[in-house]
């Protein structure tokens, strides 16, 4: 699993239905939590992407339904996007046509860093180290393709 996966088309490479498995550690309290569901990514009219995960989200013994929703749209080349919140506002650039990407998010005094690794055609993973004064986080989530059943 060492190797990269360079992508030249991130949305093509996106669209379908994606297995979803997130580890969440509180770095600060020693806490983990975990999800897991599913992210369908959905074309859209303008050429982007609709990105919908839902799951089962555990912390400290509770489990509760979660989910999120964001928007993919064409970036400056075929293995570009840009990332934003269901509600249009810019989340932050990917860039997979190497396999590999590092994006920063600043979220009030918080500081999120996230990278992603492409590991193959039906595989990638996005790590986020959430750091500031409000949070101290480890996101690990792992993507696997869901085939369709035949």
């Known amino acids: 699993m060492g190797e990269l996966w360079p ?9 379908g239905r994606w297995r979803t498995e997130r580890s969440v550690r509180d770095l600060a309290s020693g806490l983990e939590g975990r999800f897991e569901g599913v992210t369908s990514y959905d074309g859209l009219d303008d050429g982007g992407l609709i990105s919908r995960e839902s799951g089962a989200f555990t912390w400290q013994g509770a489990t509760r339904p979660a989910e999120r929703t964001l928007r993919y749209e064409p970036g400056s080349g075929p293995g570009r996007a840009d990332v934003r919140f269901a509600d249009g506002r810019p989340f932050h650039a990917l860039d997979l046509t190497t396999g590999h990407h ?4 600043p979220c009030a005094a918080d500081l999120y860093r996230g990278e992603f690794t492409v590991r193959g055609p039906d595989r990638w993973r996005t790590v986020w180290r959430v750091g500031g004064p409000a949070k101290d986080l480890l996101l690990t989530t792992d993507y696997l393709r869901e085939t369709p059943e035949a």
Do not use: G, N
Request: net charge negative; glycine share 0%; no cysteine.
């Open 7 to 15: 992508v030249p088309d991130v949305l093509a490479y996106l669209a």
């Open 102 to 105: 590092v994006a920063d998010h």
